[in-house]
């Protein structure tokens, strides 16, 4: 059975970091790229990170850059990824999913698996 499951989400003040994490399992997921994705209340589900499977490309949206940070472990039947989010500010509350895709992408309709979301909320 496929399995992604995100913990480690929470409420911080402005300023403050979280760390995600997402255990996949199930399947072959080391050659998987691993994404994050959130959806804020009333917005489209957005890209926010992705890495691929070994590890040696990491993309990022503009609004993230320089201070989320996507890692990986891949463990023999469990791969984690890890989203190390710092310096938060209000706009990043949403529900954060993360999900397995083929390849590197950005583009949501290209991920076949989905975790179920965990909820990070920025106070100003």
């Known amino acids: 059975q496929v399995q992604l499951v995100e913990t480690g989400g929470g409420m911080v003040q402005a300023g403050d970091s979280l760390r995600l994490s997402c255990a996949a399992s199930?399947?072959?997921?080391?050659?998987?790229?691993m994404g994050w994705f959130r959806q804020a209340p009333g917005k489209e589900r957005e890209f926010v990170a992705v890495i691929s499977g070994n590890g040696n490309i990491a993309w990022y949206a503009e609004s993230v850059k320089g201070r989320f940070t996507i890692s990986r472990d891949n463990a023999k039947n469990t791969v984690s990824s890890i989203l190390q989010m710092n310096s938060l500010i209000p706009e990043d509350t949403a529900v954060y999913y993360c999900?397995?895709?083929?390849?590197?992408?950005?583009?949501?309709?290209?991920?076949?698996?989905w975790g179920q979301g965990t909820q990070v909320t920025v106070s100003s």
């Open positions: 199930g399947r072959a997921f080391s050659t998987y790229a």
């Open positions: 999900a397995a895709a083929p390849g590197v992408t950005r583009m949501k309709s290209a991920y076949d698996y």
